[in-house]
């Protein structure tokens, strides 16, 4: 399975920004990722948790992006997508979509629990 994330860019405090993640592969392995997450790393931090989600419907964001980004997908598309919306200069990072495939039994909200993941792509957020 390969993931490529897409829409990042130079956005201004308080706007908008979609990033989208395709996945491309076998299908029966593609529909085996049930669990798909977005992480993100700022400028000399560790990589984090922002979102997951769990077949359809199920979502869980970290508590810095709650009410602000959503996280959902298309599969007859084959893609995740992240709405971040009130974006604030924290959010500056390097974003990176992520599979995990089922009965992976690391603890989803850390980069262990994923199987693949996408090159990423950077959102500058300005002050």
């Known amino acids: 399975v390969q993931l490529q994330a897409s829409g990042g860019g130079l956005v201004q405090a308080g706007a908008s920004r979609r990033l989208s993640c395709l996945a491309s592969g076998r299908a029966t392995d593609i529909t085996s990722m049930y669990t798909m997450g977005w992480f993100r790393q700022a400028p000399g931090k560790e990589r984090e948790f922002v979102a997951y989600?769990?077949?359809?419907?199920?979502?869980y964001y970290t508590d810095s992006v709650k009410g602000r980004f959503t996280i959902s997908r298309d599969n007859a598309k084959n893609t995740v997508y992240l709405q971040m919306n009130s974006l604030k200069f924290e959010d500056t990072a390097v974003y990176y979509c992520a599979a995990r495939r089922r009965g992976h039994t690391i603890d989803v909200l850390s980069t262990g629990g994923y199987d693949y993941w996408g090159q990423g792509t950077l959102v500058t957020v300005s002050s």
């Open positions: 989600i769990y077949g359809s419907y199920s979502t």
